[in-house]
DNA sequence: AGCACGCCGACT
DNA sequence: GTCGGCGTGCTC
């Protein structure tokens, strides 16, 4: 037999599968989907096998080396996934089938140099006996780095034949192993010997005693006797040398939520909320494919019908996957999952370790849960009946990867449920233009929950324009208004929130005298400055260095911050309002693992007046005494060049103000702005998402942008300003030559970073309808230009549906 | 990616 | 006449 092989080599020469003859011991283990090792060329590749034939055109095929998983990690859904995600995205096959993967899993390789014929080593290399000492293998990249000096001398060893030199591929995963211990005999055996136990060793006797008293003589966790008997590791050691206990491994998975949440009970759904489940569940029973999309306002049950809809699916013995965006995967929402459907979810986001990650994933491999709540990458959950896809927060950019592949988790949704026949809900308050677009023109389906289900307005929401607080002499961060609000709930001891989407302390450093702006050396872009150690960061190459004394540009020392970072506000807040106690959340404060929980657990518990933050604490957060919500800077992402910076303006208003007076007490969202008669911020005060849609799509039409067009995306870099921009242009004449006189490609053009870690970039945009050679040219171009790219280092990205545009 | 093959300049 | 530079092309 045959296997066709994808091997990890990411390029384009190997995108196409191998053919390996299967050793008579392997045929039982390689399937399709199964990770093997294979010879390729001179060493050895981990690779997917993606087919099995009986025969082969070619006449010498190599056999498979061994093969890696019991069970293949890839079913075949998947593996048809990754080609059409290949396809789809210009990326190559083997890193599609890499995304769908865990990190664990990727493999790593080495060379490792040994002895191969010690009696010639020793007449002829003793000079390298110090490195060889007692047969070690020594790897070949250490060697270069802590030996340079022997590295001729080695060469000159391997050719002679005394050392010799192989391949080693490290699957790198990690299974966490725990020691547990049991009795190495049978109760009444143990039950006797303990009372030959005589005199001192009354430790020994206890840890005895402590497993005469469990129910069955199962394996115990050697950490859990430990602290249950109070013995010190070296008891049980002796107990293990005595042949009493008997010491093994067991596996066990990383628990990244120790204990078990408080079990919940399906809640009555509102009419409305009806409405929108019922043809979810005829979907379900009758086993049919379609998009609903659950337009629901902050507060009317849209996790309610997920938790439902995900009850029928179990019941039917199928599988759910729930998409949440990273930065809203926070305890609480996974909590809401967990207590109600207990040990069958399975989590996976950012915030757990590598290891915890595989262990996750294996747990869904295994079967052993039904359910997934994570985020974006969880979308490859290797389910294999899947009942329901969820993608809540539906509008949100983090659900597309900006790094090959490309991909949007929602696209591969809808896929994953065309596949299994099974419908996807894409929910939020505020819809993408695109999903909205696609449920007028009844693509999707168009759920809408437009009530809160605690029949609470929604909060009265008041615009600041900023200027006319300058204007009457409040050069302060906070308008009058706000701060007398803050102040107000400090009296009544309520809460308050403050968002600001900026992080850090300032945005950049100026110089007073001259104008000088602090920036990168090797990216046009200005530095961040950090307090914490007094320096100024690069975002986008790490370049970091202490702030300097002096402008380098005039030598003057009037060198001031500029802009406001959260950091900022926490000073001002401290100096304006000393008795109100602040948590700032932001990426540094929370970088540290377990500081957004505990945060957030203490902001609940009220041991805190007021939390600041950027991003992070605009979803999800639902806290009763939380009455005021303040925007300090509304605009600051409306002029950001991005076609969709209006509409996440819109976005990120609504859900802030959400955020207020979800209970008992009233509430209030104040928003202060340079442009308060701006669209984006006037009908976000007014909750009135209709309206907005229906601008915005005006203004979309207008400039030819999605959901009236889509949109490629090519960016060239290159360290010469006029290779990049040359070949941009010569791109840019091609598919001019090649696409349709419907498209409109637009190029070659600066991006708003012109140069990034020492490299000028130049971008070629298209817009189109209907495109059938798009893929193909495009692909063409980057086989055109392969060449290139090794040798001069010129570097071409391919992006279908951009949302990064930078 | 690695590695071999292969074709032109400076050396014993 | 040979050693070695790295351009080109292949790996089932």
Known sequence: MIAEVIVDLALNQTDKPFDYSIPESLQPLVERGARVIVPFGPRKLVGFVVAIKSDTALEKVRPIHSVIDQTPVLTDELLQLGKWLAKETLCYEISAFLAMLPAAMKASYKKVISVADAGLFENEFMDLLFLFKNGEQIEWESLQKTHGSWLKRIKEALQAGALKEHQQVNQGQAVKKMKVVQPALTYDELKQSLETFKGRAKKQRDVLTFFLEQESPTAIAVNEVIRATNVSRATIKTLVQKGFLIETEKEVYRDPFQGSAKPTIPLELTDEQQAAIHPVLEDLDERRHRVHLCHGVTGSGKTEIYLQAIQRVLEKGQEAIVLVPEISLTPQMVERFRGRFGDEVAVLHSGL??????????????????????????????????????????????????????????????????????????????????????????????????????????????????????????????????????????????????????????????????????????????????????????????????????????????????????????????????????????????????????????????????????????????????????????????????????????????????????????????????????????????HDYQHFYLKEMQSRKRHDYPPFYYLSLITVSHESFARASGVAEQITRLLAQELTSQAIILGPVAPPIARIKDRYRCQCMIKYKNEPKLKQTLKNILDHYQGAFSKEGLSISMDIDPYLMM
């Open 353 to 686: 370790s590598r290891g915890e990650k595989y262990d996750e994933w294996r747990k869904i491999h295994r079967g052993e849960v039904r359910v997934v709540v994570g985020a974006r990458s969880a979308v490859f959950a290797p389910f294999t009946n899947v009942g329901i896809i969820i993608i809540d927060e539906e509008h949100e950019t983090s659900y597309k990867q900006e790094e090959s592949p490309r991909y949007h988790a929602r696209d591969v949704a809808i896929f994953r449920g065309e596949f299994h026949h099974c419908p996807v809900i894409l929910g939020s308050a505020t819809p993408s233009l695109e999903s909205y677009a696609r449920a007028q023109k009844g693509v999707y389906r168009l759920a809408p929950l437009l009530k809160r289900v605690n029949q609470k307005p929604m909060p009265p929401v008041s615009i600041i324009d900023m200027r006319e607080e300058l204007r009457a002499g409040n050069r302060s961060m906070f308008s009058r208004d706000l701060f007398q609000s803050l102040q107000e709930r400090l009296r009544k001891g309520e809460q308050s929130v403050l968002f600001l989407n900026r992080r850090g302390y300032s945005t950049f450093i100026m110089c007073r005298d001259c104008g000088h702006v602090l920036s990168c050396p090797h990216c046009d872009i200005s530095l961040t400055f950090h307090r914490k150690n007094n320096k100024v960061k690069c975002h986008y190459c790490g370049f970091e260095e202490q702030v300097p004394h002096q402008c380098p540009s005039c030598g003057s020392e009037h060198i001031r911050f500029f802009g406001s970072g959260t950091q900022k506000v926490e000073e001002a807040l401290t100096t304006l309002l000393p008795e109100a106690r602040v948590i700032r959340m932001d990426v540094d404060t929370t970088r540290k693992k377990g500081a957004h929980e505990r945060f957030l657990k203490a902001f609940g518990r009220g041991e805190a007046d007021i939390l600041l933050g950027t991003q992070m604490i605009a979803k999800g957060l639902d806290f009763e005494k939380v009455t005021l919500v303040g925007v300090l800077a509304a605009d600051a992402m409306l002029h950001l060049p991005d076609f969709r910076s209006t509409e996440k303006t819109f976005q990120l208003l609504t859900q802030v103000g959400g955020r207020a007076g979800r209970h008992q007490l009233d509430g209030e969202v104040i928003i202060q702005s340079y442009t308060p008669e701006h669209y984006a911020m006037t009908l976000a005060a007014e």
